[in-house]
C-alpha cells in the first residue's frame, strides 16, 4: 500500500511558478512510477508528466513540455513538479498516482493505483 499527499498548490498569475510536492508513506513506493494528472472542472483527467521508479525516464504532455520538470527523491520518498510559464489553462487540481505494477511510465490514469487527494493550481489571466 501506497500513501500520496499532495502540497504546493496556489494561486499564481500567469507566467509565475509554482512547485508541487508529493509525499509518499508505505511499502512500495520506492519501485514504482510516478505521474502527475490533473482535472479542471467539467474536463476529463488528464495526463500531465511520469517518472520510472529510477528517476532516469521521464515523459510529458506536450501542452506541457519544456514548462514543467518532474523529478523524485526516493530517499525522502518525495516526488515534485517543477511548474514555469504557467499559462491560464494550467489551472486544475493535480494528482499525483503511483503505479507498483510497470516498470515504464503511462500516460493512462487508469494504470495507476494509488492516488493523492489532489492540490488545486489557479494561474490568474
Partial sequence: QVQLVESGGGLVQAGGSLRLSCAASGRGFNSSAVGWFRQAPGK??????????T???TQYSDSVKGRFTISRDNASKMVY?????????????????ADSVRWIVTTNYRDYE????????????
Avoid at 476529463?44 to 521508479?53: D, H
Avoid at 513538479?81 to 498516482?97: G, I, P, R
Avoid at 494509488?114 to 489571466?125: A, E, H, K, N, P
Wanted: hydrophobic share 35%.
Fill in 81 to 97: 513538479l517543477q511548474m514555469n510559464s504557467l499559462k491560464y489553462e494550467d489551472t486544475a487540481v493535480y494528482y499525483c498516482a
Fill in 114 to 125: 494509488y492516488w493523492g487527494q489532489g492540490t488545486q493550481v489557479t494561474v490568474s489571466s
Fill in 44 to 53: 476529463e483527467r488528464e495526463f500531465v508528466a511520469a517518472v520510472t521508479w
Fill in 55 to 57: 528517476g532516469q525516464t
